[in-house]
């Protein structure tokens, strides 16, 4: 995970989560996580600034070794060619900036001379936030989503990215025509995931990812989706998760649990110990997925009255409301009270990370917007079934 204040100005906070998987998961996840923020700056600074030349330097002869994969040109050129039209000023360079920045990590991890990422890499779920606008980047499956006030001033959830697992239709086309498979196994029907053309392996259960380069020759791309969000005033906080939260818990049920927090600060921990109770009761015989949660909150967070309801994905590089089917995610079968009722004193079992220092974690925005808090904790487990020929990080 990576919370950085002042990101480009005084009004901008970067935050990232990133879940590695693979026998060298946990070095790639740590690997972007360290260089891409740096990336995504300098691409940045240099396209705000008119400063061509930085960008083209800096690009190198990336297009050269990217050309054999006909199909990531495709997807970032059609994702420079989505409709931009009543957007934000700075939406263009920093989306720009966003693709070119995964394309020299994804290059950068290839060219590594310690990190063995032929089959391992990661997922990145990256924010930036500027101001009011909201501009979200996303390789994998891990997830953001927003908690907002509706008319009757009830909490919701909206799913701002979507799950770029290998069975949607348009990932699965792209990966068959570059030979690859994509079926899932009869113990685990649920589950798709991408196989070599004449051997069944590794078995990756997402369509895009940093690294796995074993599979970038048979669809498997870095290309970010690029979603766009104009904040208001019934915005609330938003979630950065890894996929073992989202596998045991809906985008409502984490919400909640968030809202009823007994603090900001703890809410990204009560989060994760939720998400951690609820693999223990839906899988008892497994060992719980990597679990990395991030909080940010926009607004001062008031008592939720009622229930909270779930929406679906929706994705806005052209600010348009268009609803995505939500796939069915594993229910808690347990009340929110009980998932985030633990005493101060009794142990917490997870590995809980803390850092980041304070000065990085408090954002303050212009004019009379309140003050932007990040709570941050990871829980750092053993395999779960990413890949089925190795493990996971």
Known sequence: MFVQQN??????????????????GHMVAKKVRDSLPLILWSQWKA?????????????????????ASPSMDDEWFESLDAKDDKLPEMYLPLKKSILKSFKLMDKELKLHP???????????????????DLIIGNVGDSRAVLAMRDEDNSL????????????????????????????SLQDEPEVARVWLPNNDSPGLAMARAFGDFCLKDFGLISVP????????????????ATDGVWDVLSNKEAVEVVASAPSRATAA??????????????????????????????EHLSTVNGSVDDYS????????????SEKSQGQSKRSLAECISVAED????????????????????????SVDFVAVTTLWSAFCGRYMMSGED
């Open 7 to 24: 990101f480009s100005s005084s009004d901008t906070i970067f935050c990232g989560v990133f879940d590695g998987h693979g026998p060298y």
């Open 47 to 67: 396209s705000s600034s008119g400063d061509q030349d930085s960008l083209r330097n800096a690009n190198g002869s990336m297009n050269a070794e990217e050309s």
């Open 114 to 132: 310690t990190i063995d990422c032929f089959c391992s890499g990661t997922t990145a779920v990256t924010l930036v936030k500027q101001g009011q």
């Open 346 to 369: 009794e142990e917490w079992s997870a590995l809980e990370v803390r850092s980041i220092r304070m000065k990085r974690i408090l954002a303050y925005t212009d004019g009379e917007t």
């Open 269 to 298: 921990r009560a989060l994760v110990d939720c998400a951690v109770r609820s693999w223990r009761l839906k899988y008892p015989t497994s060992k719980n997925d990597d679990c990395a949660v991030v909080c940010l909150f926009l």
């Open 225 to 240: 989706d690029i979603y766009y969000h104009h904040l208001t005033e019934r915005d609330e906080f938003i979630i950065l």
């Open 313 to 324: 994905p929706t994705k806005t590089p052209d600010v348009s409301q268009k609803k995505i």
């Open 156 to 183: 919701i959830a909206v799913q701002l990215t979507v799950d770029l697992k290998p069975d949607l239709p348009r990932e699965a086309a792209r990966i068959q025509q570059c030979k690859g498979r994509v079926f």
